[in-house]
T-cell receptor, first 113, second 114 residues
C-alpha cells in the first residue's frame, strides 16, 4: 500500500494562472516532506521542502503547504510558466539523514501558453 | 559536467541476459541509491549504500544485486533480466552531514527487457 499518494496523474493550467499539486500521506511518522521536479530525459531535481513543524514554506513562485491533521500537502506555483511543465513528485521521510524517502506516483503538469 | 552520471542511458536486452547499470558521482557524497520508476508508482528504492562497506536492500531488491566499488561508484546488476524489469532506473546520492535526506539524481537509464 502506497504511503504517499498523488491522486492526480496530470494537471493542465494556463500560463499565468495558479497550479496546485496535491499529495496525501498515511504514515504519521513522516516529519519532512520534499517536492521534486522531473523533466523528460533528466533525473528528478529538488524543488522545495517543508518540515512538519511548519505549515508553509515559500521560495519564489513556489509555496508548499502542510496540513498535518489531514495528512495532506500541496505545492502552489504562482504564476505558472510553460517551463514549469514537468512531472512533480512528492516525497516524505521520517527524518534524519539516514532515513529513506518515500515517493508518490507523480503528477504531470502541463502549462499552456 | 554532471555531478551524477549513469551509463548506459538506454539499453534494450533480452530475457535471461545479465545487465549492469553503472553510476558515478563527483559530489563527494557517501550515500548512494538505486531506484526504479514505473508509471503511476513513482520512484521505488531497490538498494542503498551508506558507505563502501554498507549495502542495504530497499523496497524491491528481488532480482537485483549491487556493488559499491568505491565511494564514487555504485553499480546495479540484473542477473537474469525479465520483462517486468523494464523501467527507468535512477541513481542518487546524498550527504550524510545533512539533517534530512535530500537526494541528487542522475539522468536515468531506460531499460527495456524483451
Amino acid at each position: 500500500d502506497q504511503q504517499v499518494k498523488q491522486n492526480s496523474p496530470s494537471l493542465s493550467v494556463q500560463e499565468g494562472r495558479i497550479s496546485i499539486l496535491n499529495c496525501d500521506y498515511t504514515n504519521s511518522m513522516f516529519d519532512y516532506f520534499l517536492w521534486y521536479k522531473k523533466y523528460p530525459a533528466e533525473g528528478p531535481t529538488f524543488l522545495i521542502s517543508i518540515s512538519s513543524i511548519k505549515d508553509k514554506n515559500e521560495d519564489g513562485r513556489f509555496t508548499v503547504f502542510l496540513n498535518k491533521s489531514a495528512k495532506h500537502l500541496s505545492l502552489h506555483i504562482v504564476p505558472s510558466q510553460p517551463g514549469d511543465s514537468a512531472v512533480y513528485f512528492c516525497a516524505a521521510t521520517t527524518g534524519g539523514a539516514g532515513n529513506m524517502l518515500t515517493f508518490g506516483g507523480g503528477t504531470r503538469l502541463m502549462v499552456k501558453p | 559536467d554532471a555531478d551524477v552520471t549513469q551509463t548506459p542511458r538506454n539499453r534494450i536486452t533480452k530475457t535471461g541476459k545479465r545487465i549492469m547499470l553503472e553510476c558515478s558521482q563527483t559530489k563527494g557524497h557517501d550515500r548512494m541509491y538505486w531506484y526504479r520508476q514505473d508509471p503511476g508508482l513513482g520512484l521505488r528504492l531497490i538498494y542503498y549504500s551508506f558507505d563502501v562497506k554498507d549495502i542495504n536492500k530497499g523496497e524491491i531488491s528481488d532480482g537485483y544485486s549491487v556493488s559499491r566499488q568505491a565511494q564514487a561508484k555504485f553499480s546495479l546488476s540484473l542477473e537474469s533480466a525479465i520483462p517486468n524489469q523494464t523501467a527507468l532506473y535512477f541513481c542518487a546520492t546524498s550527504d550524510k552531514g545533512k539533517d534530512y535526506n535530500e537526494q541528487f539524481f542522475g539522468p536515468g537509464t531506460r531499460l527495456t527487457v524483451l
